[in-house]
C-alpha cells in the first residue's frame, strides 16, 4: 500500500492580529511538572497544601443540596456578578481603603481575563500601553493582541515628563491610553512600588488623563514590611470618590483561595464597570455561578485565615529560597529580596543567557525557571531570569538553587562561593 503524502494542514487566512499572539514561556514550562524529578521554580503556582478543600466541599453542598440555589447556580445569570460576592468584595475593598458600592463591581473568569477584557476597552492599533520593564508575561500577552506600541514606566526613579510620553505616542500613530503596574510583590521582581512612586503615577496620569490598571493579585501576600495603600485608595483620597477615580482595580481569589475555581474582578468608576459588563456578555455572557456562589461562601467562611495561613507557608519558602541564593550563587549574582508575593528576580553576570541556561538546566539539572527576556515588551533582560518559590519544598529549593548555581558559574565562567564564604554573604 502508497503511503500517503504528507501536506501542511490547512489553515485560515487569520486577522492580523493573530501574528502578534504567542505562547505563554510559562504555561509551556508547566508542562514538564509533569516530568518526574523535575525541580520547577518556573509557575507561580499556590501550592494546593493550603488549598480549603473542606470549605469548598461544604460550599458546592450548600449550593446543591438547596433546589433554589441549586437551579440559580446552575443556570444563566447577570453579567455582572453574584451580588452576594460583589457585596463581600465591597467590603472587603473598605477594609483596604477603597470605598465602593456593588455597581463599581464586576465579576470577571480570573484576574487575566479583566486584563484581556481592558485591553480590549482601551487599546485600538497603535495606541500606548504604559509598562514597567520588567513587568508581567500575562498582561504584556493580553494587551499585545490589540497591536499596541509599549513604552517604559519607571515610577522609582523618575517616568519620563508627560509631554515626552505623549509625544512619543503621537509619533507611534496613537494616544497613551493606560499605565499598567504590579504595585505590591510584583509579578516577575518581587518588588512594592514606594508611596512615593505611587504619587508619582498618579500625578502623571492626572496629567495626561489616562486610566492605571492597578494588578493586585499578590497584594494579600504580605510577610513584613508597610503595608501601602492601593493605588486606587490613594485616588479617592485625593479626588473624594471612586467615582471620579481613573485607576481600575484588578483582585483575584486565585493566589489565597483557589485559582481552579477562575474568580476575579475589577473595581472602577461606574461608567467603566457599564462598559465592562458590555465587554463580559459579548465574551462569555457571566462567570460560572455556581463557581461565584461557592467562592462567596468561602471568602465569608475562610479568606482572612486563608491569607494569615498562606502569608506564614510562603515566607518560609521564601526565606529558604534567599539563604540558598546566598549559599550557593557566584559573585556577580544578584537578587531581589521580596516583602511578600511568590517570586524572587535573579540577575546573572551580562554574559550569560538564561534562556541557554535553562536549556542546560532542564536537560542536565531537572531545574525549570522562567527566562526573564519573556517579562520585556523589547525583548531585554537576557542575563535575568525569574524564580518561583510558592511550590517546591526546602529540600527541593536548596538542591535545585545549588544545580542552578553550578550551571551559572559554568556560563560565567566563575567557581561557585567557596563554603568559607557563604554564610557572610
Known amino acids: 500500500m502508497t503511503k500517503p503524502v504528507e501536506t501542511a494542514a490547512w489553515e485560515p487566512r487569520y486577522a492580523a492580529r493573530a501574528e502578534r499572539m504567542r505562547a505563554s514561556e510559562i504555561r509551556e514550562l508547566l508542562k514538564v511538572l509533569d516530568q518526574p524529578g523535575v525541580i520547577s521554580f518556573a509557575g507561580g503556582i499556590p501550592d494546593p497544601v493550603l488549598f480549603p478543600v473542606k470549605q469548598a466541599q461544604e460550599a458546592y453542598v450548600s449550593v446543591l443540596a438547596d433546589p433554589a440555589t441549586a437551579g440559580s447556580g446552575l443556570q444563566y445569570s447577570t453579567s455582572e456578578g453574584y451580588l452576594p460576592l ?80 505623549a509625544e512619543a505616542a503621537r ?31 498618579l500625578d502623571l496620569a492626572a496629567e495626561l488623563d489616562f486610566p492605571i490598571i492597578e494588578d493586585a493579585a499578590y497584594a494579600s501576600l504580605r510577610f513584613e514590611g508597610e503595608a501601602f495603600p492601593p493605588i486606587q485608595a490613594l485616588e479617592i483620597a485625593r479626588g473624594g470618590s471612586i467615582d471620579r477615580a481613573r485607576t481600575i482595580y484588578c483582585g483575584t481569589f486565585s493566589k489565597v483561595l483557589s485559582p481552579g475555581l477562575r474568580v476575579g474582578w475589577i473595581v472602577a468608576a461606574k461608567p467603566v464597570i457599564r462598559r465592562l459588563v458590555l465587554v463580559k456578555q459579548a465574551s462569555d455572557l457571566n462567570s460560572a455561578t455556581v463557581n461565584q456562589m461557592v467562592m462567596h461562601r468561602m471568602a465569608v467562611a475562610a479568606f482572612d485565615h486563608q491569607v494569615a495561613q498562606a502569608c506564614e507557608h510562603y515566607r518560609a519558602r521564601r526565606d529558604w529560597m534567599l539563604a540558598a541564593l546566598a549559599r550557593h550563587m557566584p559573585e556577580g549574582v544578584s537578587w531581589t529580596k521580596p516583602q511578600g508575593g511568590l517570586f524572587t528576580w535573579v540577575r546573572l553576570p551580562e554574559e550569560c543567557d538564561a534562556e541557554r541556561l ?24 537576557r542575563n535575568t531570569l525569574r524564580l518561583s518559590f510558592s511550590l517546591p519544598g526546602e529540600e527541593e529549593i536548596d538542591r535545585g538553587i545549588a544545580l542552578l548555581a553550578r550551571l551559572v558559574g559554568e556560563a560565567a565562567q566563575v567557581p561557585p562561593t567557596p563554603p568559607s564564604r557563604r554564610c557572610g554573604r
Open 86 to 165: 460583589r457585596q463581600w468584595i465591597v467590603r472587603h475593598m473598605g477594609g483596604i481603603g477603597v470605598p465602593c458600592h456593588e455597581d463599581n463591581v464586576v465579576i470577571t473568569s480570573g484576574s487575566q481575563q479583566a486584563l484581556e477584557f481592558l485591553g480590549r476597552l482601551l487599546l485600538s492599533p497603535g495606541d500606548t500601553a504604559l509598562v514597567t520593564a520588567p513587568t508581567y508575561l500575562g498582561a504584556l500577552q493580553a494587551f499585545s493582541a490589540y497591536e499596541p506600541r509599549y513604552d517604559e514606566l519607571r515610577p522609582e526613579d523618575g517616568n519620563c515628563t508627560p509631554a515626552s510620553y
Open 358 to 381: 535553562l536549556e542546560r538546566s532542564l536537560d542536565e539539572a531537572g531545574v525549570a525557571f522562567v527566562p526573564g527576556s519573556a517579562f520585556f515588551f523589547d525583548g531585554r533582560g
Open 171 to 201: 509619533q507611534g500613530g496613537g494616544e497613551v491610553k493606560f499605565a499598567y503596574v504590579v504595585p505590591s510583590f510584583a509579578n516577575p521582581t518581587g518588588e512594592t512600588l514606594s508611596p512615593v512612586a505611587r504619587a508619582r503615577l
